[in-house]
Structures are given as C-alpha cells and as structure tokens.
C-alpha cells in the first residue's frame, strides 16, 4: 500500500538553528500540506502546496517557514530559525485530488525537539 | 468560521464495554467533510472515516459506526466491544468548500483508555 515518508522520525537540534523536514509524499498525489501538533495538543495545519506554490497557509506559518518540493519527489519543511516553541510533531499529508472528499494521507510524522 | 468541539477529554473503559466520543462541529460552509483519525501511541495519524455533508447515513464498519446529525452539528463515533487495542487519541476533524477543502480544522481530541 503506498504511503507518505517522513524523515526523520525524530530531530534534535539547537535552538536559533535551522531544520529541514522531509516528506516522500505518494507518487500520484498532487496536493501537500504540513501540519503540527504540539505534545498533547490537537493538530493544526500549517501550509497547502499545490502546482509549485503555496495555495494556503495559516497565521502560524510565518516568514520562519518555507516549503518546497526541489525534485519532484521530495516536499520539505524548513524552519529558519527554530524558537523553543517549535518543538513538535510535524505531519505531511498528502492527497490526490484537491478537495479533501478523498482520504488525506498522513505520514508517521516527524518528532522536533528544540532545546 | 470552522471550529470543531470534542468535548471529552478522556475516557475510560473496561474491555467489551461500548464507548461513544463525540464530536460537534460549527461551519457556515452547506458543502463541508467530516473525518475521524485515530492517533495511537506511536504518534501517526490513522484515518477512519470521512463523511460528507449529504450523505446524513450512519455507517458501520465492524466494531465502529458513526452517527453523523446535521440538526445538531454532530458526527460521533461508536466503538462496540472495546479492546485494548482501541486505546489512542481520537480526533475529529471538518474541511469547508469555501476554503477549496485545502485544509482540514481538527478537534482538540478525545483520549481514549480501554484496560483489561
């Protein structure tokens, strides 16, 4: 069964460094979202991409955020400057079509750590 | 604007009991989607179940129905006979067509502990 891969499954780092998350998202989707859930907390969307460009994001994804897909396979998440706050669980999801009638899916999520 | 309540924050039950978690949603949107994601402990999201909103029909997969009620912005979900296996964080989530579906608002939750 095809599924969305993320890596890596749990990143440390320090805090004012800068991170790159990535995402294998499944070959035939179109649609790429991140999405973060901070520990015990529910999950909220970050950013939609679709055809090479942002199509939404939320107030969270700032100017410390970008994303892009450098290669056709790969969708990353980059935090310029990671702030203790950003410690979370970040999710890819993917879909094939663009409306949300058709099961988004998620990858395993990446663990963050800022310390 | 989008907003999802699971007002249960945890729950406990004893194995083979049933245990319904709720869920109300708020939206302006007549065209929306309603999901169910199981979160167990080892952190990734699993969906369950989608729904759309006209298509009011309870469904049954197994041990899991959903109770989907537009009258009262609800769409709960059913576990008969519980397992231990069942245990996890339950989330709830809605997509709105005024916002293209591009992104789905999730509930806050619903912690769910079966013990033997």
């Known amino acids: 069964e095809p599924e969305v891969t993320q890596t890596p499954s749990h990143q440390v780092t320090q805090m004012g460094q800068e991170v790159i998350l990535r995402c294998v998202p499944i070959s035939n989707h179109l649609y790429f979202y991140w999405y973060r859930q901070i520990l015990g907390q529910k999950v909220e969307f970050l950013v939609s991409f679709y055809n090479n460009e942002i199509s939404e994001k939320s107030e969270i994804f700032d100017d410390q955020f970008s994303v892009e897909r450098p290669d056709g396979s790969n969708f990353t998440l980059k935090i310029r400057s990671t702030k203790l706050e950003d410690s979370a669980m970040y999710f890819c999801?993917?879909?094939?079509?663009?409306?949300?009638?058709?099961?988004?899916?998620f990858g395993q999520g990446t663990r963050l750590t800022v310390v | 604007a989008q907003k999802v309540t699971q007002a249960q924050t945890e729950i406990s039950v004893v194995e083979k009991e049933d245990v319904t978690l709720d869920c109300v949603y708020e939206?302006?949107?007549?065209?929306?989607?309603l999901f169910w994601y199981k979160q167990p402990p080892s952190g990734e999201l699993v969906f369950l179940i989608r729904r759309n909103s006209f298509d009011e029909q309870n469904e049954i997969s197994g041990r899991y129905s959903w109770n989907f009620q537009k009258s009262t912005s609800s769409f709960n979900f059913t576990i008969t006979a519980s397992q231990v296996v069942d245990s996890a964080v339950y989330f709830c989530a809605l997509s709105e067509a005024n916002t293209g579906f591009q992104k789905l608002v999730f509930g806050t939750g619903t912690r769910l502990l079966v013990s033997p």
């Open positions: 939206t302006r949107d007549t065209t929306y989607y």
């Open positions: 999801a993917s879909i094939r079509t663009g409306i949300m009638n058709t099961e988004a899916f």
